[in-house]
């Protein structure tokens, strides 16, 4: 019984206090009609619209910049714009990213730093106006982000190697998410790559709350069923 008991406690201690993100990664729109699809999506219940940012450098791939980001933000005033970048330098995107209307600016803790290093850029990033998130690579230890999760609004935990969409979900990175959720229970954790139907579950049981969905949205005949599902996984974990 004492078992048991303490088995609950742990259990319950673990649960969410986060709400469900659901966030469509329009990398996998139809990029010729980007604002048509961001407006299906938030018309669908998405929370966040969330942009990769790449740079040609620091992934192969090259992606959106703050002109793509200012041009959505024009047409979605009231979107929250969550931009993940996979760049080299994110220093040097702060003050273009800030201008162009991005919400939340998420960089890789694998990417070069400012002087000051990565306190300073997250300063950098806070005193811009925006939220503030990390991101780490499948290879990297969770544990490397420890002595920065009290100053973030959000982690990124990548369930792929980041460039390119379509990818499949490598679970083995759920005790990363596990890890984190259990040491801060009240923060965002959010995960990319490879998430749809198949795999939430195994993400929302993890810990995470707010979820990137590419091609299992936009390659979907019910691209609203597809989110509702998202969210209801997390939801359903986090009660």
């Known amino acids: 019984m004492l078992h048991r008991a303490l088995w609950k406690q742990t259990f319950n201690s673990m649960k969410m206090t986060r709400p469900a993100l659901i966030c469509p990664s329009l990398l996998s729109c139809d990029l010729a009609r980007l604002n048509d699809d961001a407006t299906q999506m938030i018309e669908m219940g998405a929370d966040w619209l969330h942009m990769d940012i790449m740079d040609g450098h620091f992934v192969p791939n090259l ?51 400012p002087e000051g290093g990565v306190t300073a850029m997250i300063d950098m990033v806070r005193e811009a106006g925006m ?17 920065y999760a009290d100053k973030l609004d959000l982690v990124l935990i990548m369930t792929v190697e980041p460039g390119f969409s379509g990818q499949k979900f490598m679970p083995d990175m759920m005790p990363k998410v596990k890890a984190l959720r259990e040491k801060f229970p009240n923060l965002d954790i959010q995960v990319d ?21 590419a091609s299992a949205i936009f390659g979907s005949n019910d691209r609203k069923g597809v989110i509702d599902e998202l969210r209801g996984a997390v939801t359903k974990r986090a009660q």
């Not at 579950?201 to 990137?212: C, L, R, S, T, Y």
């Open 63 to 113: 992606t959106f910049g703050p002109p793509v980001i200012a041009s959505l933000r024009k047409a979605k005033p009231d979107a929250y714009i969550d931009c993940h970048l996979m760049v080299t330098r994110p220093y040097d995107w702060v003050e273009p990213l800030k201008k162009a209307g991005a919400s939340g600016f998420t960089f890789h803790l694998e990417s070069d730093m």
């Open 131 to 147: 939220k503030v998130g990390m991101v780490i690579k499948p290879g990297t230890a969770v544990e490397e982000l420890f002595a």
């Open 193 to 213: 790559g490879g998430l749809s139907p198949k795999t939430i579950d195994q993400a929302a049981a993890a810990g995470a709350n707010a979820v990137v969905a």
